[in-house]
C-alpha cells in the first residue's frame, strides 16, 4: 500500500501541486484504515527513488500531514492538514472529548541517506512558537531510530519549551492497538508528556540535553496498558521493517550505479553538467548582468 502512495505522488508531481495535494488528501483519507495503519508503519522514511529537492519530495512531504492528520482522527481528535504557509504548523488537532485542548503538530519524515541531523531538522523552538496563545500542545512526529540516539539540544529544548517529541512508530503503536480519546480516556498526558519529564528531579540541567526517548517509551505503553516486553518486541518488529527498507534502498542505489556506468561518454558529460547545474549557473549570470545593462 506505501508502494502504491509513491505511485500517487509520482504520477501527481506534475500536475498543479494545490490540485495534486487535494488528490492525494482524498487517497489517503478514502483508503481503508489497515491499509493506511501500513503506510503509518512506513512514511517516516523517504524513499530514495523520490529526487531530492523536487516537486515530488515537497508533495511526500505534504502526504506526511495529511497521514498523520488522519491518524490524530483515528486517535479521536478532529484533525486537519493546514493549507502551506510560511512560519506555521502543518497539522492542527483539537480533543473533541470534552478535554478542551488543542494541539499544533509537525510531521517530520527522513531519508536512510540523510546523515548528520541537527537541531535545525526538527524545528522543535518553531513548532513551541507555532502554537501560538490559542493552542496548549505542540506535538513533533518523526523516525524513532532517526532522532539523536545520545545528546541533542532537541531534547533540551523540548523540556524547557513543552515539545512533546513522538515517533511514527508511537504513532503505529497506539493505532495498532485501537487506542483513542474517549470520555474516560484522556490522551493529553501523552502530548503533555514533555513538561512532566522536566519535572523529574533527577533531571538536571547538565543531562537536559539526554535523549528521553526511553522515558516517551514508558508513557506510550503505560497509555497502551502494553507490558514493557511486548512493548519492546514491537518496537523491533519496526526496526526489522526498516532493515528490509535499508536493503531495497540500497538496491535502487545499485541499480542506479548500474546505469551509469553503461552511459557512453557523451551520456556521462551530459550528466555531469546536469548535476552540478551548470546551465542554470551561466544564465543566473547572465540574468544578471543583462539587467545591468538595461
Known amino acids: 500500500m506505501f508502494e502504491k502512495l509513491i505511485n500517487q505522488i509520482k504520477e501527481l508531481s506534475t500536475i498543479d501541486f494545490k490540485e495534486a495535494t487535494e488528490k492525494i488528501r482524498k487517497y489517503i483519507d478514502e483508503i481503508s484504515e489497515e491499509d493506511f495503519k501500513e503506510i503509518v508503519k512506513q512514511i ?69 541517506s540523510r546523515t548528520a541531523k541537527n537541531q535545525k531538522d ?42 512533546c517529541l513522538l515517533s511514527w512508530e508511537h504513532i503505529s503503536i497506539l493505532l495498532e492497538k ?9 490522551l493529553e498526558s501523552l502530548w503533555n508528556a514533555s513538561q ?22 514508558v508513557y506510550v505503553a503505560k497509555k497502551i496498558g502494553l507490558p514493557e516486553v511486548q512493548y519492546r518486541s514491537m518496537l523491533n518488529d519496526y526496526k526489522r521493517l526498516i532493515t528490509y527498507r535499508g536493503k531495497t534502498e540500497i538496491s535502487y542505489w545499485n541499480g542506479c550505479i548500474e546505469e551509469i556506468k553503461k552511459f557512453t561518454k557523451e551520456k556521462a558529460i551530459e550528466e555531469l553538467i546536469k548535476a552540478k547545474k551548470l546551465q542554470e549557473k551561466i544564465n543566473a549570470i547572465s540574468q544578471y548582468i543583462d539587467k545591468l545593462n538595461r
Open 44 to 112: 517516516g522514511t523517504i524513499p530514495e527513488n523520490i529526487e531530492h529537492d523536487s516537486t515530488e519530495e515537497k508533495l511526500y512531504s505534504k502526504a506526511s500531514d495529511i497521514v498523520l492528520a488522519r491518524c490524530f482522527r483515528l486517535l479521536g481528535l478532529a484533525s486537519r492538514a493546514l493549507d502551506e504557509r510560511a512560519d506555521s504548523a502543518d497539522i492542527l488537532a483539537e480533543s473533541i472529548s470534552g478535554y478542551k485542548y488543542s494541539l499544533v503538530a509537525d510531521a517530520k519524515c527522513f531519508r536512510l
Open 122 to 163: 526538527f524545528k522543535v523552538s518553531n513548532l513551541s512558537d507555532w502554537r501560538g496563545s490559542e493552542n496548549e500542545y505542540a506535538v513533533l512526529v518523526a523516525p524513532y531510530f532517526q532522532y539523536p540516539q545520545s545528546t541533542s539540544q532537541i531534547y533540551s529544548k523540548a523540556l524547557e519549551n513543552n515539545v
Open 178 to 186: 485501537n487506542v483513542k480519546e474517549t470520555e474516560s480516556l484522556s
Open 196 to 217: 512532566m519529564i522536566a519535572r523529574d528531579k533527577s533531571l538536571s540541567f547538565a543531562n537536559a540535553k539526554c535523549c528521553f526517548l526511553p522515558k516517551m517509551d
